[in-house]
């Protein structure tokens, strides 16, 4: 379903990721249509699902947004620039320049419209 690069991992336990549950959904926004929104919850809400369980991180999801996690690689740059989270995923058809957003081939977008980049 979703792999957590080591960097990623690592992060997300220093930031409590550990104690509670990461949150990975997928919104209307951005230039492309869609983004990733990621959050640490301390609990999962009746309708979210449990899509892995690895060395100390859970990570919960919406039907909604499950599609759209296939092959999902959530990884973390501390590059001098643009550190942060970084979500690569292949079966995305497309994503914006500054790669906040992205667009599928063969799935709809979600029905609330997008908004700029980044948003």
């Not at 690689?73 to 590059?79: A, K, M, N």
Request: with cysteine; hydrophobic share 35%; charged share 25%.
């Amino acid at each position: 379903m979703i792999t957590i690069s080591e960097a990623a991992r690592t992060q997300l336990l220093d930031r409590g990721g550990g104690e509670g549950l990461i949150r990975i959904v997928v919104q209307s926004g951005g230039c492309a249509g869609m983004t990733y929104h990621a959050e640490i919850v301390a609990k999962k809400q009746e309708h979210e699902k449990i899509i892995k369980r690895d060395r100390g991180l859970t990570v919960i999801t919406d039907d909604d947004s499950l599609p759209y996690l296939i092959g999902l690689q959530l990884d973390y740059s501390d590059d001098l620039i643009t550190a942060g989270f970084r979500f690569y995923n292949g079966s995305n058809k497309s994503s914006c320049g500054c790669g906040a957003s992205f667009s599928t081939g063969g799935q709809p977008l979600f029905k609330d419209e997008g908004a700029g980049c980044g948003a």
